[in-house]
């Protein structure tokens, strides 16, 4: 039974967690990409970074790939809710949204700077955790900061992006 059970947990698992990959690596390049092809791209991109490692050490796992992965959330979170909610005021024109030429005009610079530069506080704590810096040369304060990573972007994202857009006008 536990055969059945464990064919059961990874046929399921897989079945839904390959689909949302596959469908954004397919939408990359349409017309050379197929859904099938964004699968095994999925799968290849699943072995090489080596999930079983990031387990098999909890320091890993936990100190250094969900707080850095939460520092990326923080960031992009803080963007996504000050344009929305404060700079855009709920409103958005979802047919110019999707529109090539359309007012949104593509990328925001100003979104990017705010992303980028809300990392670089806790990079030094991502530096040490990942041992490229010894964590005694960078102080506990940079550690802290790290360890509140989530929160620590979000706030300065949202702040820098909102002072951003303010300078626009």
Same mark, same amino acid.
């Not at 850095?68 to 000050?82: D, K």
């Not at 040490?128 to 802290?144: E, L, N, Q």
């Given at each position: 039974?536990?055969? =059945?059970?464990?064919?059961?947990?990874?046929?399921?698992?897989?079945?839904?967690?390959?689909?949302?990959?596959?469908? %954004?690596?397919?939408?990359?390049?349409? %017309?050379?990409?197929?859904?099938?092809?964004?699968?095994?791209?999925? =799968?290849?991109? =699943?072995?090489?970074?080596?999930?079983?490692?990031?387990?098999?050490?909890?320091?890993?796992?936990?100190?250094?790939?969900?707080?850095?992965?939460?520092?990326?959330?923080?960031?992009?979170?803080?963007?996504?809710?000050?344009?929305?909610?404060?700079?855009?005021?709920?409103?958005?024109?979802?047919?110019?949204?999707?529109?090539?030429?359309?007012?949104?005009?593509?990328?925001?610079?100003?979104?990017?700077?705010?992303? /980028?530069?809300?990392?670089?506080?806790?990079?030094? =704590?991502?530096?040490?955790?990942?041992?490229?810096?010894?964590?005694?040369?960078?102080? /506990?304060?940079?550690?802290?900061?790290?360890?509140?990573?989530?929160?620590?972007?979000?706030?300065?994202?949202? /702040?820098?992006?909102?002072?951003?857009?303010?300078?626009?006008?």
């Amino acid at each position: 039974s536990m055969i =059945g059970l464990t064919i059961a947990t990874l046929s399921t698992n897989i079945a839904a967690n390959v689909v949302a990959p596959a469908n %954004s690596i397919a939408n990359i390049m349409p %017309s050379k990409i197929s859904f099938r092809m964004g699968g095994y791209i999925t =799968g290849i991109i =699943g072995i090489l970074i080596f999930p079983w490692k990031l387990l098999a050490d909890p320091h890993g796992y936990i100190f250094v790939w969900l707080i850095a992965y939460s520092a990326l959330l923080g960031a992009l979170a803080g963007v996504m809710i000050c344009d929305y909610y404060i700079i855009r005021k709920t409103e958005l024109d979802l047919v110019q949204l999707f529109k090539l030429g359309g007012i949104y005009k593509g990328w925001n610079q100003r979104a990017w700077i705010a992303f /980028g530069a809300s990392l670089l506080p806790v990079l030094p =704590g991502f530096l040490a955790t990942v041992y490229v810096i010894p964590a005694d040369s960078i102080g /506990g304060f940079w550690m802290d900061l790290y360890s509140y990573a989530w929160f620590v972007t979000f706030f300065l994202s949202f /702040g820098l992006y909102w002072v951003l857009m303010q300078l626009k006008k």
